[in-house]
């Protein structure tokens, strides 16, 4: 079955081969192909298989100039058997189509079960537009030549790319709605690298947490609200405060208190007179006349909070690093839905989280009247935009490879006082690093003949490199903080430095101290090295 969004783009292809745009690979029958639902952790690699130039093709559901990857990309270009051993002698042509839809559990699912899905299919199939497209999303450049309509169905995954190991994805909160537990006995589980994933949130409510803690000393007196400089300056919530932030637990901003004794030792007005313990609003009230730039009165003092669909790898990583869950099985606690006192949506793609904390910030619409039908599991539509919002305080989940150059207005957070940098992660006082793998069935299934076993190893074996994710997060995790994104895993066997190199990003600690990945373990000193900085 093929789903065709309609629309006469034939004005347009005239208009492209009019100027001289060319296919750098006819729209023909690729000789090999890859099908890879799940998360985009991996996306940038896909291209070290290729020799040549590379096409990118996108979806859109309207013009060409909307193309985006947030459900489903491809590349296409040329690969022989210096970048893949064991392809017979020559060139072939290469089609690896992604699906971001559904995240993470939804691919794991496809290759564990054998559910079939919607991909572009190839560049015929595809009906697709020249077109030198650039989509932006949270100030990342994504270009693309290609713009494209249709997605087919029936199609069989070859492998799924989850931003944790597959061992994790089991529980309600963790899998998609109707569907059932990953079982990972019949699955070749390959991590690649350590993933650097944040806790972003609004500019507004990042400039009163810095407020509130230039004042309370958890960071330096002389930090200004609005600070985009200096990496001290970057506010702190604690494990125990996220846990009940995203379980539901903590509703209002103004639940959270302020010891502002040695700062302001008259007190401020708060509390029905004079106190030196103000909510975080009234401190902001306070402090919104000497910062008018950078503090204002929010709309309300809810919490706000832009989560992911149920098995959405970044949040499954969360679950498991931060609440616990479900690896204290019962003890854990549930993340929150709506329907509570705090404000709960459903942000259903990376560049939806953008958009998420985007339109709680700024009052804009770009998650606010939008639909979650594409995406399985039945959740609810984000508000509409007659729904009054902006200049609200929310919180969410998000990888550190995006909004680098701070394009959109939120910003990520310490966890227990330290940054979401490679740097605090090798030296294990980041808490919340995942192991992201790409995962499929075991050689005999029959999913993996026709080379597609050769095209999975090779990717493997240069994805996990650390020379691959030190140029990664060159080229998209520099924030002002300092570098995030990725670490590449000891467990891969690369040797960690004894002290921390930044030529070397090499993770001292291991969720696969036993031998196989267990998202539930607390990472330990690999013992393969027995090395570690004590700093």
Known sequence: MSVTHTRNFLAVAILASAAGGAWALPPSTPDLTLYIPGSQANDPNYANLCTGSIDYYFHTTSTPSAANNNNYSAIYCETNSTKVSGLPAGTKKLWISRRRLGASFVGLDAVTNGTQLTYLKDPATAVCTAFAGDFVSAGVHYPYQYACTTVTGGITATAATSDATPDVFHGSDNVTPGLNDINTSGLTVRALAGHIIGIPVTLKLRNALQYAESLNGLIPADCVPGDD???????????????????????????????????????????????????????????????????????????????????????????????????????????????????????????????????????????????????????????????????????????????????????????????????????????????????????????????????????????????????????????????????????????????????????????????????????????????????
Not at 354 to 383: E, I, M, Q, R, V
Not at 471 to 499: D, K, M, V, W
């Open 229 to 535: 400089v200096r990496a001290d300056c970057v506010p702190s919530l604690s494990k125990q405060q996220l846990t009940s932030l995203f379980a539901g637990q903590v509703v209002d901003w103004t639940s959270i208190h302020v010891d502002v004794s040695a700062s302001l030792p008259g007190g401020i007005p708060g509390g029905g007179g004079t106190t030196t313990t103000p909510n975080l609003a009234e401190l902001v009230a306070y402090g919104a006349a000497s910062h008018p730039s950078a503090l204002s009165n929010p709309l309300d003092t809810t919490v706000h909070i832009c989560r992911r669909e149920n098995g959405a790898g970044q949040q499954v990583a969360v679950l498991a690093n931060i609440l616990q869950y479900p690896c204290l099985g019962s003890a854990a606690p549930s993340i929150a839905v709506p329907g509570g006192l705090n404000d709960v949506g459903y942000a259903t793609s990376l560049g939806a989280v953008d958009n998420c904390l985007s339109d709680y910030n700024d009052g804009s619409n770009k998650w606010f009247g939008t639909s979650n039908a594409a995406t399985a599991g039945g959740y609810p539509d984000p508000p509409a935009t007659g729904v009054p919002h902006g200049n609200q305080w929310a919180i969410g989940i998000q990888t550190t490879e995006r909004n680098a150059t701070r394009g959109a207005n939120y910003r990520f957070i310490k966890i227990d006082g330290a940054l979401p940098t490679v740097e605090q992660s090798y030296l294990g006082h980041y808490p919340l690093v995942s192991e992201y793998a790409i995962s499929w069935k075991n050689p005999g299934s029959g999913s993996t003949g026709g080379y597609k076993l050769q095209l999975l190893n090779a990717l493997v074996n240069v994805s996990k490199t650390p020379a691959t994710v030190s140029a990664r997060n060159n080229a998209n995790s520099n924030h002002y903080f300092g570098q995030a994104g990725y670490i590449a895993l000891s467990a891969n066997g690369y040797a960690p430095s004894e002290t921390w190199d930044p030529t070397n990003p090499v993770t001292p600690y291991t969720h696969a101290a036993s031998g196989t990945p267990n998202a539930c373990s607390i990472p330990v000193v690999n013992p393969d090295f027995g090395t570690v900085e004590l700093r």
